[in-house]
């Protein structure tokens, strides 16, 4: 297997739907340690530790000799109630950025989420979806999260920045959009502006593992022409090159502009 | 007693510093409910609830039927532990704030630090604190944490800004600086840069809690010859006029721009 780093990525919250997208598009291209507090339905291709994203010991020793940790594990539901996405969410991302310190590990690629910057929509919708607007989110400004997941996400991005700021670590955080398996979605501007195909997805997360740079905040979706969150920096800083737009799905069983 | 609201004042944290510069300056000036986990020393001039910032119940009676909120409550140490600032500082401003939302009170001010953006200072200190030095943090910038105490209030503004945009609240944080009672820091240029006069600290708060806005993140400062961050929100939005500089500070026993 050729691999683009010597030693193994933590990858937590592997089971949920980031997590198959990436090992999906990417599972040949690095040696993984799969973190997620599920058992695997079928028998896993790489290593895998089952435990809790809140449990210290559990995410210490994931950590002790990987090259880099990609973070997915939490609550993913954009209506968490605020007492799980404060324990797994909040409380478990300190918990992995505290193992990656503890092993020396350099590089944190964080699963952040629209939702961190749901509210900028607030006064704008639908126009903000449509293709001919030009209104940009480019991950400078500040959090409006559209509700207590996104709170939480915000909160990561915050840790994560401190991380970087007082111990020197690598940190990327992905605003995911919409990642959907087959197809954007149908009938449904939102969706089709933010949408991240799951090998746009892969890509992202390989650019994050691989590129140089510091701390980066950036969208994750793909090239698509209903779009209100910029590209800008994770093109310019992270080299991502999506191949994907929502726009040329055709309706058929495939994209147009398939690969 | 002439009153500016028809209703009390909740104040968290009554008792800190912060809590003594408000009360000494506008204590007079509206009915307060004060709120501390410590019971008072002396006979206190006003209504006074003993209890712990994380008891839900204890904070919705505390909220019932106030007019206001100011949220200084908290474990106020830069150096404090994770668990500690997750506990009293995230989680507490949740409840303060979930605490608001179900009592109808439609304003909370939240004392917020120069912590959440001590990061800023990294790379430019001592020059940033000189006079001559035209760098200014405006408040519209991205959080950059100090500490996890810094990291905390960052988390408190988001999640002002939450309730603010999905519950109409309005919410002011106040990144405060460095209050010292009776004159500014001596021989230490940062601490002079940041300088919050307790009778300005007083002011600005009443101006939080008088004046006509939505969400803002202002800096709590006097007005200092030395400065990093622009107070031209708090004076803009807010009304703000600050008397203080602790360059004004003469050595002698008062300001020499006092009253």
């Keep these: 297997m050729t691999t683009r780093m010597d030693e193994p990525v933590l990858l937590t919250g592997a089971s949920g739907r980031v997590g198959q997208a990436i ?3 990417i599972g040949d291209d690095y040696t993984w340690r799969l973190f997620d507090r599920e058992p695997p339905t079928d028998d896993p291709d790489h290593e895998f530790v089952v435990a809790d994203i809140t449990d210290e010991t559990a995410v210490r020793e994931a950590a002790s000799d990987v090259g880099a940790i990609v973070h997915l594990a ?3 539901r954009p209506e968490a109630p605020w007492e799980s996405v404060l324990r797994n969410n909040i409380d478990g991302t300190r918990t992995v950025l505290d193992a990656a310190l503890a092993a020396g590990v350099d590089r944190v690629v964080f699963a952040s989420s629209n939702h961190a910057v749901g509210h900028y929509e607030t006064d704008r919708k639908p126009d903000l979806y449509r293709s001919d607007d030009d209104f940009r989110l480019d991950g400078t400004e ?3 999260p559209g509700n207590l997941y996104g709170v939480s996400k915000a909160a990561g991005e915050t ?4 991380y970087h700021d007082e111990h020197g670590l690598t940190f990327a955080a992905v605003r995911i959009g919409n990642l959907t398996a087959g197809h954007p979605p149908i009938d449904y501007e ?3 502006a933010m949408w991240l195909s799951p090998r746009d997805c892969a890509h992202l997360i390989d650019r994050c ?3 140089d740079y510091d701390y980066e905040v950036v969208y994750g979706i793909s090239d698509n022409d209903r779009k209100y969150y910029s590209l800008a920096r994770a093109k310019d800083a992270l080299g991502y090159e999506p191949r994907d737009n929502s726009a040329e799905w055709d309706g058929d069983e495939k994209l147009s502009g398939g690969s």
């Design 159 to 162: 840790l994560g920045r401190y």
């Design 142 to 144: 500040r959090p409006r």
């Design 74 to 76: 939490g609550d993913p």
């Design 209 to 211: 593992l691989s590129a």
């Design 190 to 192: 939102r969706g089709q």
């Design 23 to 25: 090992l999906g598009g």
